[in-house]
């Protein structure tokens, strides 16, 4: 491919284009690239090159024509934003610089790279839609020629673009690109099914040209009298479309019937209906495979009328559309775009309305956490589509398996967080129930309902998700302010200081900007976190309270009476603090806290799977208080043969070691077995293993384990 290929494509559809900025933009592309080469041993030029003439076939606009040759120059050559903004302007230094790859960061993982990159992507893609084009005509053609890469690179890459790329071509209507990235994907994720089908295809593929041939002839003789301007096209269906066929109902190649697919292109939408109905009056045709995405557009904008016809024992997909809904199906969110001399006329805001992404820019913003980000958008990019109503009788597109929850958010933020339930149709109904095509959905509301960690359970879309844990996130935090300032406040006052007089005069705010804050709720919240450490904090602000408390101090302890709580809060032993039930931990093993609302700290084992998903801001540092002393609940499982005298002995093993039984329940199993559940009372983690180690030594014992979540 050369350059003047390139210009005569793009004067194809823009006489008046720009061409001296597209040579301008390949020659300095050339000089930047020169003495480079891709795997292949070809000349590097050649990528940018095909990612420009990619772009020129979607009928892109010359800056991001320009912005195809030039993308890789920041990443790959040290050209910087100014030197393109000096040559090319400034929409071109800024496409090509929302294109560029995070190199210069640091990430903790491949994983986190991969989606703070894409993060990053999107952020852009708010701004002007038209980076993530260029992105995808990038990612089409290193797909294309990724046979000269290793295996693992391959499928490394592949497994990105199915998950992230093909999903975004198809949110932005751009089908072809989408379908063909898809099939490329197939063939290095699934390379044995890739081959086999393939071959089988192949055997079919002269029967498939000559019935194209054959029924594109007949039905437009059939079709011309009532719309003489009707034009026909029909393809061989695509493969992975194929493939999903086959896994999902289970089916062999051989029991696959709807290989072939035709397109019907008439001049206006009366045409439409008017066709349909002849072609169901000449055909036989399956009644519940009728869609009208005429009356009901996907989110992409994508309009047809979709049947499935059985002439000659065949089954055929025919698809129904107008000239524009065509140049939409192919051209995507481009099929709106408007150009005065090869520059794009439209406004980024413009663009914006047309992509209908504005809840994945939103997500892009609201959460900070790159990885958590890429779930998110992935709920939203994945899903089929449902259409329901509002009491106005607005339509809502929402994934299929959306939520009432779900809805509430889409109406706005603020109903979404009070949101208690919802009527559907005038039947009332949980914030969990699902939503079915066509229902009519009117929100509840309370003004005392605030978002749980449950709720992300029960949220399906991205938009939903992200408000729901920026509302927790923001709650916890409020949390931890109150309980690091009931801390200080409380310590303070053992010396007789005033809180209210210490913020008063300044010193307060003197200790905030000692421990690098800003705001004294931010100290509070460190405090809570166990970021700065609490004593710290007082001896900062009444330096004479560490000798005072060597004499003084000391003598009164003497008559403390011991603290009831085992646990100790950075050093201190009264704060409030509860144990967690998913892990029940004893004495003994590691632990961490967990600001909660109304609970004080929450002590979890460290390990806790619940503790682990949790927010890491809310965490805090504990540790067992080696003087207290008391006694903790834990539960014993014990699989055993059914015999005389077990429970007996169960129960001497616990006297032995001076352990209490509080609960105990026995379950006859098959082949003579029991199932014995144990609760009991022990000091610590090193009396419960002695306990364990006896019971495994009794006769007809199978197994014992230790009972979480209960």
């Not at 894409?118 to 084009?133: E, G, Q, Y």
């Not at 039947?427 to 229902?439: A, P, T």
């Not at 010193?507 to 905030?512: G, Q, V």
């Not at 408390?549 to 085992?566: K, L, Q």
């Amino acid at each position: 491919m050369k350059v003047n290929d390139l210009v005569e494509q793009v004067q194809s559809y823009s006489q008046d284009a720009d061409i001296r900025m597209i040579v301008d933009a390949y020659l300095y592309s050339a000089q930047a690239h020169d003495g480079q080469t891709r795997k292949s041993g070809e000349a590097y030029l050649t990528h940018p090159l095909a990612v420009a003439f990619i772009l020129a076939e979607m009928l892109m606009d010359v800056d991001t024509i320009a912005t195809g040759l030039l993308h890789d120059t920041m990443e790959d050559c040290m050209t910087t934003h100014h030197d393109l903004k000096e040559r090319f302007g400034e929409d071109v230094a800024d496409l090509v610089d929302g294109v560029t790859k995070i190199g210069k960061l640091q990430f903790r993982s491949k994983e986190e790279a991969q989606a703070e990159n894409f993060r990053k992507m999107v952020l852009a893609m708010s701004k002007d839609i038209r980076v993530v084009l260029v992105k995808l005509a990038d990612r089409l053609h290193n797909m294309r020629t990724m046979q000269h890469m290793k295996p693992d690179r391959q499928k490394a890459i592949s497994q990105e673009t199915m998950e992230i790329y093909a999903p975004i071509a198809n949110r932005l209507g751009l089908s072809r690109l989408k379908s063909e990235l898809e099939d490329l994907c197939f063939r290095y994720l699934e390379p044995t099914q890739y081959k086999a089908l393939t071959e089988d295809m192949e055997k079919l593929a002269p029967d498939h040209q000559e019935y194209i041939v054959e029924f594109t002839n007949r039905l437009q003789n059939q079709l011309i009298e009532q719309c003489p301007q009707v034009d026909i096209y029909g393809r061989v269906k695509h493969l992975v479309s194929i493939q999903r066929k086959m896994v999902t109902q289970s089916l062999s190649f051989e029991q696959v019937h709807d290989l072939l697919a035709f397109r019907v292109i008439v001049e206006n939408i009366g045409e439409c209906y008017a066709v349909l109905g002849l072609i169901h009056g000449l055909y036989p045709h399956h009644p519940n495979k009728l869609k009208d995405y005429i009356a009901q557009p996907k989110s992409n904008g994508y309009q047809s009328l979709h049947t499935v016809i059985l002439p000659e024992g065949r089954q055929i997909e025919v698809q129904i559309r107008t000239r524009q809904m065509h140049r939409v199906a192919e051209l995507g969110i481009a099929a709106h775009w408007r150009y005065k001399e090869g520059h794009l006329a439209l406004s980024s805001e413009d663009i914006q309305k047309i992509a209908k992404l504005r809840a994945l820019f939103e997500a892009a913003r609201d959460v900070t956490d790159p990885t958590e980000f890429l779930e998110t958008v992935k709920v939203d990019l994945f899903s089929m589509e449902i259409f329901v109503f509002t009491p106005n009788g607005d339509v809502k597109i929402l994934p299929k398996g959306a939520t009432a929850l779900d809805f509430a958010y889409t109406i706005h933020t603020d109903i979404g967080n009070q949101c208690i339930g919802a009527k559907i149709d005038g039947r009332m109904v949980s914030i969990k129930h699902e939503l079915k095509n066509g229902d009519r959905v009117e929100i509840l509301t309370s003004s005392s309902q605030r978002p749980s960690r449950d709720w992300i359970k029960i949220a399906k879309t991205g938009r939903a998700l992200s408000k729901i844990r920026r509302m927790i996130r923001e709650e916890e935090r409020l949390q931890g302010v109150v309980l690091g300032q009931e801390m200080l406040e409380k310590e303070l006052g053992k010396h007789s200081l005033s809180f209210s007089k210490l913020v008063r005069d300044g010193t307060i705010k003197e200790a905030t900007r000692h421990f690098g804050h800003r705001k004294p709720e931010q100290l509070y919240l460190a405090i809570a976190s166990g970021t700065s450490v609490l004593g710290k904090v007082v001896r900062f602000i009444a330096p004479e309270t560490e000798t005072k408390s060597s004499t003084f101090s000391n003598f009164i302890n003497r008559f403390r009476s011991r603290s009831t709580s085992p646990v100790l809060i950075n050093g201190h032993e009264d704060v409030m603090t509860s144990f967690a039930r998913c892990c029940n931990p004893l004495p003994g093993e590691n632990i961490a806290g967990f600001i909660t609302r109304g609970r004080g700290i929450s002590i979890h084992r460290s390990d806790c799977s619940q503790l682990l998903s949790s927010d890491p801001d809310c965490r805090i540092n504990v540790q067992w208080h080696n003087g207290a002393q008391g006694q903790h609940t834990s539960e014993l499982e014990i699989i055993c043969n059914n015999k005389m005298g077990m429970l007996a002995e169960l129960g001497a093993a616990c006297k032995t070691h001076s352990i209490n039984i509080t609960r105990m329940e026995a379950t006859t199993l098959t082949d003579n077995k029991a199932r014995l559940s144990l609760e009991i009372s022990v000091q610590d983690i090193s009396q419960l293993k002695r306990l364990t180690r006896t019971i495994r030594q009794i006769s007809g014992v199978l197994r014992i384990d230790r009972v979480y979540n209960r």
